[in-house]
């Protein structure tokens, strides 16, 4: 029995140990990107990408739960324009627009119930379209559970930023932009 309790603790230190020794060797952000081109000019992506007014026409999580509760601050657009969620799937978040270029650029300060990130939307012009590049920016520090989830964030967020800038492109080049 004394033999099995220490075999027991080895096995706890080591996989202690190679936790907090591995988390100190993981990367200390992670970059999830997203592209897409859309038929339309950088001045009309930008006015959807500007507001939260149409948010939700092309939100890839708008769908998995209409009923959530939004809120909206600040003004309609550009800088200090604030939304606000709450809802049994989609958690409890608020997205601020920190920095606005217009056909260039927006940037979000977001707040997934206390984690902190940055999504920045980038647009080019593309011939006569647009290609936009979604990212999220997320640091971790010294936070060694959340240098492991970042190994994750990729496989979970980049398939709703794909769906997202699918509806973006359909929301954009419906012409009712």
Do not use: C
């Not at 026409?57 to 604030?82: D, H, I, N, T």
């Not at 927006?106 to 379209?129: I, P, R």
């Amino acid at each position: 029995m004394k033999r099995l309790f220490k075999g027991l603790l080895y096995l706890v230190v080591l996989l202690a140990a190679v936790f907090v020794v591995g988390g100190f060797l993981l990367p200390a952000s992670t970059h999830v990107e997203r592209s897409i081109s859309i038929a339309r000019p950088p001045g009309e992506v930008h006015a959807l990408l500007d507001s939260y007014k149409r948010f939700n026409e092309w939100s890839p999580w708008f769908e998995l739960e209409p009923s959530a509760k939004y809120s909206y601050s600040g003004p309609e657009s550009g800088v200090g324009a604030a939304m606000a969620w709450e809802g049994e799937k989609v958690g409890k978040g608020a997205q601020r627009i920190t920095e606005s270029v217009p056909q260039q650029k927006v940037v979000n300060a977001l707040d997934f119930d206390g984690t902190q990130a940055t999504g920045t939307f980038t647009l080019k012009g593309e011939g006569d379209g647009t290609r936009v590049t979604w990212a999220l920016d997320s640091e971790h520090g010294n936070n060694l559970v959340s240098r492991w989830f970042g190994l994750l964030l990729d496989s979970m967020v980049g398939k709703d930023y794909d769906k997202g800038l699918a509806k973006l492109k359909q929301v954009a080049e419906s012409g009712d932009s």
